[in-house]
């Protein structure tokens, strides 16, 4: 028979954990742009925009467009683009949203002159808030690599996490402290909207959990191995560029050796390559300790997701990689509640049936070359 523990063995910060939430699971690109294009085109006093990567395709202009039509109206409309992630897309997009009235900032803008700081420390996360009651957590760009073939894109395997009630202040705060360290793209930057009070919507306890900084940066890791030291029945993680620390490879192995039956999908098909081939040369102590690793068969998986015994879940833009860890500002929503993680887990086993198991036999029969070049770029995974 499992065991169902309290919520609080997994939360390494009950105190700061908020309740009197609801949080609702989108577990595709479908749910998930639908989700967001219809928040935003709702909103009524205010939307808040933070995306690592903005684009201007056909996607990126729906949204646009979208934005441009709230700030016709009178609605204060912010968003926030990372300077690397939206690289591609040209600096006159985002200045004709500010002349339309949106107010838009840089995160970072490249220089010369800061080649490594600009680079390296980048702003990750991909949250939407509208009007103080509503936010949006997950791991959806703004593009057509990640918008479902409904829209015209290419269907990337993500998640998103809606969540209402007190806990978007904290959404919401750290969008300010973003917004705070961003340039704007023309003129003044705006003044930040005042803070809001978020009404009860439901009884789900959530944690608001960041990288941002040295008081913060190692939060979110800190959430992960206290939920993994407690895990009694099942660790379910899918993640998009699995190549954590040593202190997460050890606590996962710990826990299939006590009899956890601890399951990882990660990418068969990747945009980063040599962050797959990388956590390939760490596969066998893994298998070899009980961790059944899988790989999705898909189109491209860009989930940043756990679940553990089904009361702890956590959804967001972290990667369990050392650049997610030490570089990038990222958020992700840590859930405790048996009903958000009973939908979180039936995903994981619906992706189950699409992922291939990967054995030891298959990492064994590897060529000499590719050992090697997987144990070079896992010595290399500081940098990738």
Known sequence: MEVKPDWRRY????????GGNTVALHKNGDEAFSALLGALRGARKYALLEF??????????????ALRAKAA???????????????????????????????????MPLSLWRVYRNWIKRDHRKLLCVDGETAFVGGFNI????????LGGRGWKDMLAALRGPAVAGIEKLFWESWAAASPVAGEKAAALPAGKPPKAGE?????????????????RRGYHYAIDAAVNNICI???????????????MKAARRGVDVRIITPGETDHPYVRWASWSRYGRLIKSGVKLYEWRGPMLHSKAAVIDGIWASVGSHNLDHRSLHYN???????????????????????????????????RDRSLAEKAASALLYHMRYWL
């Not at 939360?11 to 908020?18: I, K, T, Y």
């Not at 009903?339 to 298959?362: C, H, I, Q, W, Y």
Request: hydrophobic residues 45%; contains cysteine; negative net charge.
């Open 143 to 150: 593009s057509a690599d990640d918008a479902p073939k409904s």
């Open 204 to 220: 789900t306890v959530v944690s608001v959990l960041s990288a941002s900084g040295i008081r913060s940066s190692h939060s979110i």
């Open 73 to 107: 109206e009178g609605v204060p409309v912010y968003l926030i683009y990372d300077s690397v992630g939206s690289i591609r897309t040209d600096r006159n997009f985002f200045s004709g949203l500010a002349a339309a009235g949106v107010k838009t900032a840089e995160f």
């Open 52 to 65: 690592y990567a903005f684009s201007d395709d056909s996607v990126g202009r729906v949204f646009a467009d």
């Open 238 to 252: 899918t993640n998009a560029y699995f190549l954590p620390d040593f202190h997460v490879y050890r606590r996962l």
């Open 329 to 363: 500002l990222e958020v992700n929503l840590n859930v405790h509640d048996r009903e958000f993680g009973a939908a979180m887990t039936r995903a994981f086993r619906e992706d189950l049936k699409n992922s291939r198991p990967v054995t030891l036999a298959m990492v």
């Open 11 to 18: 939360c390494f910060l009950a105190d700061n954990a908020v």
